[in-house]
């Protein structure tokens, strides 16, 4: 059948497109949409996409078909839209769902439909990307915005309709998890991440590498300085800010090494807001798959323990949970990368994942949302003490 328009609003969401979604997915077959009821349950400031739970009514009663999914749209909200559209942010979302996802040995929310619109296509992605990487600093932070304008220009669509797991249980970052419950989601990590462990696939055209982004990165995380002063004055120490000035002095060399070292699909954004714990299974289910890319592994494994748990964690706890993530890649059938690689790569990941926690200050408006701001409050906190304990002259780059 012909596909239908993408939905750029929730409200284009109506029991007619849903119908031909479904049948062209082939989730429908002798049967049909009767009623539909949309409600937005995420949208707005800290929001980069807009996030609606869909009740449906079929022609005919079929406990097999689902009753609610969730739908997911690009936001409406310009500049954080011009950042995921200069990384090309929603389509990879998509492909990764329609490509790759499905085959991963970690639950994820199942896709029940994927639509995007084409746009320039893999030549304008490849030379933007290259530009990325080559042009000055004084240059690329245009050369970025006039990509993201660029494509929104093209007015692309997306959508995705998405197995509800609302059921299953949710801890927010600001919250925090025990230690308990941060082991639980380190060995599911390494397995999948074994799963795509120097995996070919890492090389289709719409997988950038991490390091790829390097002076782009470098470019977002400088407005940090400006976003703490005015949100949270005084939780940065000195010893902090020489280790976010390290990161910006050695932006480079970090992903020059981090370029060299085993790759897999990191997820980047592995925290607590995008993991779901099913208790009756002992399991994990992982959302926002958007910013994934190739890279080094350690960098999702630093990111939660960075961050996540209810408390900071001391050296012991930290290297008992980067064990077990390393007991996960062997289970997944890694042979080559030993406890003590992770270990050696943990430091490098750490510096990562604060990067990108400089990068996420610059690049939404954190100053307007009162749920940012309480939740940078919250990071500062819980990142301090495993900053401040990282002897930098240790670190070789």
Known sequence: MERKQIPATIEEINADWLNGALTESGVLKDNSVKNLDCKVIGEGQGFVGTLARLTIEYKNTDDSLPANMIAKIPTSEPKSKMIMEAFWNYERENRLYEEILADLPIKTAHCYYSAFDIGKGEKWMDKAYRR????PKSLVGLYFIFVGLTNLRQKRQYILLLEDIGHLEQQTQVEGCSIEDAKKVMKPLGVYHAAMWENPQLKKFWLKDHSDFSNTLAFLSDRWQSVVKKTHPG????????????IKKNNKKLDAYTKERPHTLIHTDYRLDNIFFDREKDEIAVIDWQASCPGMGLFDTAFFVLTNCQVP???EQTEELVSIYQQGLVEGGVKNYSLDDCMADFPYGLLLAVRYWLIILGGIEVEKDPNAIKLLGVILDRMKPMVEAIDLDAIQL
């Open 235 to 246: 939780k940065v120490t000195p010893k902090m800010k020489n280790f976010f000035d390290f």
């Open 313 to 315: 964690l001391n050296q």
């Open 132 to 135: 990325y990487k080559s042009l």
